[in-house]
């Protein structure tokens, strides 16, 4: 059996204006996230952990802003393609462990849904195996200001 774990990390500033999405879950907040898709620094996370373990690059490389194709695309989506991509190679996804690293907005209530979110868009991947939490800075950093929102995220992968 091939085991293999991926890290990723991943950070956006905010910006007036748009929509702020996490995990797939639209949080009502006063600003978003800027970036070329919908800027789900949570799921472009995810995916970078996934990728890596399965020598298939990075978001950037598979997504890259440079393409229109991208542009406002939901995260939700290109993770939903990653899975494939995954299926096509032959690995299965043992866990993700996943952190959102901001003051505001709190995280926990949105857990669940975020939870269900990603395993509906990984074909079902059992919700007690992936993890999120929300942590803060304690008021250091860019995230303690409030100017943006960091996410990190490990996955285990198998292939038998």
């Not at 085991?3 to 910006?15: A, E, M, N, P, T």
């Not at 800027?34 to 990075?58: C, F, N, Q, T």
């Not at 866990?95 to 979110?117: E, F, G, S």
Request: aromatic share 4%; with cysteine.
């Amino acid at each position: 059996m091939d085991i293999r774990v991926g890290s990723g990390f991943d950070v956006h500033s905010f910006s007036e204006g748009r929509a702020l999405i996490l995990g797939g879950v639209r949080i009502e907040h006063p600003r978003g996230l800027l970036g070329h898709s919908d800027a789900d620094v949570l799921i472009h996370a995810i995916i970078d952990s996934l990728l890596g373990p399965a020598d298939m690059g990075d978001i950037g490389t598979n997504f890259p802003d440079t393409d229109d194709r991208y542009r406002g695309a939901r995260s939700l989506d290109l993770l939903r393609t990653v899975g494939g991509m995954l299926k096509e190679k032959h690995w299965g996804i043992v866990n993700i462990d996943a952190i959102l690293v901001c003051r505001q907005p709190k995280i926990a209530t949105h857990v669940p849904a975020m939870k269900q979110n990603i395993s509906s868009a990984l074909d079902g991947l059992a919700e007690e195996r992936i993890n999120i939490r929300g942590k803060t800075t304690e008021g250091l950093g860019f995230t303690g200001r409030d100017e943006g929102i960091a996410a990190m995220a490990v996955s285990l992968l198998s292939r038998d």
